[in-house]
């Protein structure tokens, strides 16, 4: 028989993950109601439903009235009954669970936060499904939870372990579709599987409710395989006083209230539990949140999830907090990379030996070093946006086949990318990128290239193109087939020609609406990432904003044939790239080097700022793009202080500037570098590289 997910027809159980179905595991089949001691319940509010039937429209309101009266019997016995204080904890939890146990799930459903999670993450760590035991296991749902994730059948066992009768009860009676799964009444402090070992432990929010929980973790880390043993555990939670892990960390007035709420009803919520497991194993991943409550507005209760293996110095994971600098705004600026990396090649020479740093800006770049089979690459952004696309284009790649990446970043579309992110990438992802993409999903709806501040440049271009009919032009560069194709296409639009025939007063007229329009502070920084800084520079040298933007761009249309060779702006005029015209790595072969040889594994991606990443170790690569353009000349003088001390003898540093010659060179030339300046756009209409947005490329070589 198959236990998995596509199983027809479906076992009862897996029918419950259905909202319109939560109440089933109570109330669809005699069995639960005859074995359940809580069937007087179920009695009462199937009387009641035969009045709700009543009512009209039928379907929709019953199941509303249903939901609600079930989830009333789970709020008397939380708020007016609590855990009782005597008798031995089996009793106990059976006085407490009992009266609720067939509406358990319909409420936990909208509570338990982390147990979806929790399991998306141990199906994607597993590397050997076997033998399964969920301790406090109460009514199995997690089971049934599990199948969203994976293929049941791939256990050959799995123990639900629950101290309470009733909950056992309803778990036997919903799983007893599944022949592996065991569900075994007893102390999580004592249980032993048959196996000498297994290869996943779950704590569902369990663990803040067994109070020996050293004996129950002991137990488990005694039978969890010392390989391959991945060790999970959701839970409500509050911190240290003081937390060594700074995601972690909670205020008094948190610490205080939400511990002493659950303390009621025997649910101990204090940080020894998880100190204890931090103290025995190694964490591999965790998560910190916060979950509403049913019928509870505004407050949230924290809660985590956590992966833990046996002990290994290299598993143990510590996330630092991470801001973004108050100037960004709460996304990313870039969403590819702005600097052509051919035309990098010739002067950056990056070797199997080489170590890199680079900004990531949109990543791509980072991921292209990469792909030269260097030994590492640093990329380091203050943008924790930046890192988190980063992150999601690094994690894409390890987990999802080729087709799923060339969707996310090819097309900047996928319609599935919820799943495949609670599934595939989230599980080995750090926190702070999964709350970005958490809330920043539908950027894979309505196109990832719209998004972030030079998407919506791009967008409202779009929209000016149209407004001032030049979309067809548009149309036909792109479908152009020659570069002299474009050109003409180009040179026909009726704005190219207003700018070149029209008199002098009325171009420059256009020129300033246009420099207002599109060169003001606002857009410069949040569209085009370009800092008042930068915009200095340019005017220093004496070019006006619009002018250098014409330079760009007709070189851009001049020199390359944008639909076949020119990415970037490929990019921009449609939201997409193509297959043929994109960063290599998204082409299929170099996808495959990425992934299958590995070379992604060499990506280290630092939410830092520049200085203090270089400041860390010795580099043989550096890549500053037009970083020093942003800095004072003050900032800039350390950073060239810094590349003279951490740049190995023989290293490369290379970079762009706004200006012809940046005042920094001299400062990078008299920290030990011989400094060329390999190009720079003095010629209109010529195109430097296939961005061709600065007027000068430098290159640094340690002497
Ligand atoms: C909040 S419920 C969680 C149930 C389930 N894991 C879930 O996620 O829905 C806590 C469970 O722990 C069980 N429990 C508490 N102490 C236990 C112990 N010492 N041994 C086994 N189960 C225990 C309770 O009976 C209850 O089912």
Redesign the pocket.
């Known amino acids: 028989m198959c236990i998995g997910p596509a199983t027809e027809p479906q076992p009862i159980g897996l029918r419950q993950r259905l909202p319109t179905d939560r109440l089933s595991s109570s109330d669809d089949e005699e069995g639960i109601l005859g074995s359940s001691p809580s069937g007087r319940e179920i009695k009462k509010t199937r009387s009641f439903l035969r009045i709700v039937d009543a009512v009209k429209p039928q379907f929709d309101a019953r199941l509303a009235m249903r939901q609600i009266h079930n989830d009333a019997v789970v709020l008397k016995s939380i708020w007016l009954s609590s855990l009782a204080k005597s008798g031995d ?2 009793s106990r ?1 059976e006085k407490f ?1 009992g009266p609720q146990a067939a509406q ?2 319909g409420f ?1 459903s909208k509570f ?1 936060w982390g ?1 979806e999670p929790l399991l998306a993450c141990c199906a994607a760590r597993l590397e050997e499904r076997k033998v399964w035991v ?6 199995g ?2 089971v049934l939870l599990m199948a969203k994730y994976m293929n049941l059948e791939d256990f050959d066992k799995i123990y639900v ?4 009768p009733s ?1 056992c009860a309803v778990a036997r009676q919903k799983l007893r579709h599944l022949p592996n799964v065991d569900v075994v009444e ?4 004592e ?1 032993a599987p048959a196996e000498t070992t297994v290869s996943l432990v ?5 663990l ?5 929980f050293h004996a ?1 973790v002991d137990r488990a880390v005694s039978y969890l395989h010392p390989e391959n043993g991945i060790l999970g555990i ?1 839970d409500f939670f509050v911190s240290n006083k003081f937390e060594p892990l700074p995601l972690r960390q909670h205020s008094y007035l948190r610490r205080v209230f939400w511990q002493s709420i659950f303390d009621q009803d025997g ?1 101990y919520l204090g940080p020894e539990r998880r100190n204890y497991l931090d103290h025995c194993l190694s964490r591999v991943w965790e998560y910190n949140d916060e979950g509403s409550i049913p019928y509870v507005p505004y407050l949230r209760v924290p809660f985590y999830v956590g992966v833990y293996k046996v002990p290994k110095l290299s598993t143990i994971l510590v996330e630092n907090k991470v801001e973004a600098p108050a100037r960004f705004p709460p996304t990313f600026l870039y969403t590819q990379s702005w600097e052509d990396p051919h035309a990098d090649a010739p002067y950056i020479l990056l070797g199997k030996n080489d170590t890199v740093l680079t900004l990531t800006s949109g990543g791509c770049n980072s991921i292209d070093k990469c792909l030269h089979g260097v030994k590492a690459v640093y990329s380091v952004d203050c943008n924790p946006a930046q890192n988190s696309l980063l992150e999601l284009k690094r994690t894409a790649i390890r987990r999802l086949p080729y087709e799923d990446v060339w969707m996310m970043f090819g097309e900047g579309r996928h319609p599935d990318f919820e799943r495949l992110f609670e599934r595939e990438l989230a599980p080995f992802m750090s926190q702070k990128a999964i709350k970005f993409w958490k809330s920043h999903s539908y950027y894979f709806k309505t196109g990832l290239y719209y998004h972030g501040g030079m998407g919506k440049v791009v967008a409202a271009m779009q929209v000016l193109f149209q407004m001032f009919r030049i979309t067809p032009t548009v149309n036909n560069m792109l479908a152009s087939k020659t570069v002299e194709e474009q050109v003409r296409h180009f040179d026909s639009c009726w704005l190219v020609r207003v700018f070149r025939h029209a008199p002098t007063i009325m171009v420059s007229l256009l020129s300033n609406i246009v420099a207002l329009l599109l060169f003001n502070r606002i857009t410069l920084w949040f569209g085009g990432g370009i800092p008042a800084k930068q915009a200095e520079l340019i005017q220093h040298d004496g070019v006006h904003l619009s002018d250098y933007a014409a330079r760009t761009f007709v070189g851009v249309v001049k020199g390359s044939l944008i639909a076949r060779d020119n990415y970037f702006y490929h990019n921009c005029l449609t939201g997409r790239f193509s297959k043929t015209c994109c960063p290599d790595y998204l082409k299929k072969d170099n996808f495959h080097k990425l992934k299958d040889d590995q070379l992604i594994d060499s990506l280290h991606i630092v939410d830092d700022f520049f200085l203090p990443t270089l400041e860390k170790r010795t580099y043989t690569r550096v890549v500053l793009m037009d970083h020093l353009d942003w800095l004072s000349a003050e900032q800039a003088k350390e950073v060239a202080i810094a590349l003279g001390k951490h740049v190995a003898k023989g290293g490369r540093v290379i970079w762009r500037s706004a200006a012809y010659t940046p005042r920094y060179a001299r400062f990078i030339e008299n920290s030990g570098f011989i400094v060329t300046r390999v190009q720079a756009h003095t010629e209109a209409h010529e195109m430097l590289d296939l961005v061709n947005m600065y007027a000068s490329f430098w290159l640094a070589v340690k002497k």
């Open positions: 904890h089996a939890l669970y358990y799930d936990r338990l147990r969920d301790l406090g296991g109460g009514t749902e997690n372990v629950d101290l309470c909950l007893g102390d999580a402090t249980f779950t704590f569902s929010y369990s803040s409710m067994i109070p020996p129950a959701a649910i």
